[in-house]
């Protein structure tokens, strides 16, 4: 079974990261300058909350508070889900459906080691589906 470990090999381990101190705007400049859509929020080199868009839409710009004055630590996402290497595709996308999250950081023991998205699981969906229905042409068709 395809687990998160075949994603990371093929998109890498580097994930934005910022601390809880960090203040909204700061954080929100380090989505923008990646094109991404949440940083993990690190404290003593562990994973301690996921600061999204959602949670800037909602925690922060609904209350109309001043991004430059609130700390990431105020409006990040808490608990954290996480998973593992190991963790097989199903599973991560099972658990971002039911928790109704778009990003799942990937930890081994205490380590962050990667993150994944829910785009990142639908490309591979997508891959794998173009594999098959190319298996099955060539199949019923022969190679061209």
Request: net charge neutral.
């Amino acid at each position: 079974m395809p687990s998160v470990s075949d994603i990371i090999a093929k998109k890498g381990r580097d994930v934005a990261t910022v601390s809880r101190e960090t203040c909204v705007l700061d954080a929100v400049k380090e989505m923008n300058n990646r094109r991404i859509g949440a940083v993990v929020v690190i404290n003593e080199n562990r994973v301690v909350g996921v600061f999204t868009e959602r949670d800037l839409l909602n925690r922060v710009v609904a209350k109309q508070l001043d991004v430059t004055q609130v700390l990431v630590n105020d409006v990040m996402s808490t608990p954290v889900a996480c998973c593992q290497l190991s963790t097989e595709l199903t599973e991560a996308q099972g658990v971002m459906t039911k928790k109704r999250i778009r990003h799942l950081p990937v930890v081994e023991g205490d380590d962050l080691v990667g993150i994944i998205s829910i785009g990142d699981l639908m490309a591979r969906q997508v891959a794998d589906q173009q594999n098959t229905i190319r298996y099955l042409n060539e199949y019923l068709y022969g190679r061209t």
